[in-house]
């Protein structure tokens, strides 16, 4: 039996659409992406208020990046797991929920980055460095 090819979009610009779409899925449907939003906010103007150098961006950014993957990847998870069982059992929480400890251990993370890499600088502007 022959199986059929794999569905693909017709165009990138369509790809994009996709993408699009997926991006606003999980911003209308995730609560912890609003977090997720709020936190980022929070840094990269942190990093502007504080004139972070250029050379010190690119963890903060990464950082930023990983969480909302974890995040994006999390949503997919979870959408997967519920179309392939309805019902309640005891495997498809522990995807879920491992799914959910990857987006904390990426925000964990990403907090200590931002700690590590504006905190410094955050103590001098605010005069508590010694």
Same mark, same amino acid.
């Not at 980022?40 to 208020?49: A, K, P, R």
């Not at 903060?60 to 797991?81: C, P, R």
């Given at each position: 039996?022959?199986?059929?090819?794999?569905?693909?979009?017709?165009?990138?610009?369509?790809?994009?659409?996709?993408?699009?779409?997926?991006?606003?899925?999980?911003?209308?449907?995730?609560?912890?992406?609003?977090?997720?939003?709020?936190?980022?906010?929070?840094?990269?103007? /942190?990093?502007?208020? =504080?004139?972070?150098?250029?050379?010190?961006? @690119?963890? %903060?950014?990464?950082?930023? +990046? #990983?969480?909302?993957?974890?995040?994006?990847?999390?949503?997919?998870?979870?959408?997967?797991?519920?179309?392939?069982?309805?019902?309640?059992?005891?495997?498809?929480?522990?995807?879920?929920?491992?799914?959910?400890?990857?987006?904390?251990?990426?925000? /964990?993370?990403?907090? =200590?980055?931002?700690?590590?890499?504006?905190? @410094?600088? %955050?103590?001098?502007?605010? +005069? #508590?460095?010694?």
């Amino acid at each position: 039996m022959e199986t059929a090819p794999p569905r693909r979009a017709p165009s990138r610009l369509r790809s994009f659409g996709h993408a699009l779409s997926g991006i606003l899925y999980v911003l209308r449907t995730q609560r912890n992406a609003w977090i997720h939003a709020v936190a980022t906010t929070i840094v990269v103007t /942190l990093g502007l208020w =504080l004139e972070t150098p250029p050379e010190r961006w @690119p963890p %903060l950014l990464l950082s930023i +990046g #990983l969480v909302w993957m974890a995040e994006f990847i999390n949503t997919a998870l979870e959408a997967i797991v519920d179309l392939a069982s309805p019902q309640h059992h005891r495997l498809a929480r522990v995807g879920k929920d491992v799914g959910a400890a990857a987006v904390l251990i990426a925000a /964990l993370a990403a907090a =200590l980055v931002g700690v590590l890499t504006l905190g @410094p600088a %955050l103590a001098e502007r605010l +005069g #508590l460095a010694r």
